[in-house]
């Protein structure tokens, strides 16, 4: 087999040296149009084709940036994935996926290869607290955007949901339901997102003009495992709670778990909201109300300031992406609001598909 042209080939053939060829391949150098011919005929006949790598190192940039979540098998970070990947192309660069299972030894690993140059910028989402090592290692890197949860004393770029505001709709999408005795099944304790749900709902819960109270907070991993054991929590600690915000769809998929073998009704016996709506959850039996990320929207928005920073023009501040209620079947009044079966008239308007009262 013949083996494939080198660009000393192609410069050979043109009667050039190297360097023209790869500067007129890479754009960085004006030929006349004679010269220009010759080089290109050269090219067609030999089959040339460029070698990637060697053009990334001579042109100091790879046109590829890196996505590093701790699970592709999480929807959500599989529709951040997506977003990423969409906005990337649009953009003219490729996108290297690296899953770390959560684990800092890996999660350091791969932000050393930005520093390799391996990648021109790296997206970066945790799912756990940190030690003070993540924070040393981003702040020592060039192109790091944080995703999704910060870290703290980490410096930079970066994108987040609107975590406060999330915590406040599903208050209050509970609150008119005619819900008194509510509780919180968040993440972990450590980490902003989680914080900042469980204080958006703490906080609309304490404003509403009722007497509606928290029974109670449970933070955990984000994971199903603490979703059934938060759930059983309640059920056997605080009987009275008759609604439940859970902070992700990992976590209610443990908790639907419980009320199943439990033969809770969900929506009668318990009202429930949870956060992502990544989960196809319109599919459930009845369909759970969600506070929704706008996960497309994420990913394109952390693109946009990896892009600003190869361009020259970084942009070092925090983007919220707003969140929206999407209501479906699984908030329903409390049982001692209703009468024969029929809700209370003075039960506070139920919210529409679009998270305003009817």
């Not at 350091?108 to 989402?125: H, P, Q, S, T, W």
């Amino acid at each position: 087999m013949r083996r494939p042209a080198t660009l000393s080939d192609v410069a050979k053939a043109a009667n050039l040296s190297p360097t023209t060829i790869s500067r007129h391949i890479n754009g960085s150098i004006n030929l006349p149009e004679e010269t220009v011919r010759r080089i290109d005929a050269a090219i067609v006949a030999l089959r040339y084709r460029p070698n990637p790598h060697a053009r990334s190192l001579g042109r100091g940039r790879s046109d590829t940036i890196g996505l590093v979540i701790p699970d592709i098998a999480n929807p959500f970070f599989a529709k951040l994935a997506a977003g990423v990947e969409i906005a990337a192309e649009a953009n003219g660069l490729g996108v290297m996926l690296c899953s770390t299972f959560n684990r800092q030894p890996r999660e350091l690993e791969y932000i050393d290869r930005l520093r390799k140059n391996f990648v021109d910028g790296l997206l970066f989402a945790t799912n756990h607290a940190d030690d003070g090592a993540l924070a040393a290692s981003i702040n020592a890197s060039s192109g790091v955007v944080l995703v999704d949860e910060d870290v703290v004393g980490a410096r930079g770029p970066k994108v987040f949901a609107d975590n406060e505001q999330g915590g406040a709709l599903a208050a209050q999408c509970l609150l008119a339901a005619g819900h008194s005795r509510l509780a919180y099944v968040g993440g972990p304790h450590g980490l902003m997102s989680a914080q900042e749900r469980a204080q958006g709902f703490r906080k609309a819960v304490l404003e509403a003009a009722c007497t509606a109270s928290i029974a109670c907070e449970l933070f955990g991993d984000y994971t199903v495992l603490h979703g059934r054991a938060a759930m059983k929590a309640i059920l056997e600690g605080h009987p009275d709670v008759t609604a439940v915000f859970v902070a992700s769809d990992e976590i209610l998929i443990g908790v639907l778990e419980v009320l199943r073998q439990r033969r809770r009704t969900l929506g009668s016996d318990v009202s429930i909201v949870t956060f992502d709506d990544a989960e196809p959850l319109g599919l459930l039996d009845p369909p759970v109300t969600a506070v929704r990320q706008l996960i497309t929207e994420m990913g394109r928005a952390a693109v946009g300031l990896i892009t600003a920073m190869l361009a020259g023009s970084p942009r070092f501040e925090t983007v919220r992406i707003p969140v929206e209620l999407v209501v479906r079947g699984s908030v329903g009044p409390p049982m001692h609001t209703r009468e024969d079966g029929l809700i209370r008239k003075d039960r506070p308007k139920p919210w529409t598909k679009h998270g305003v009262r009817a």
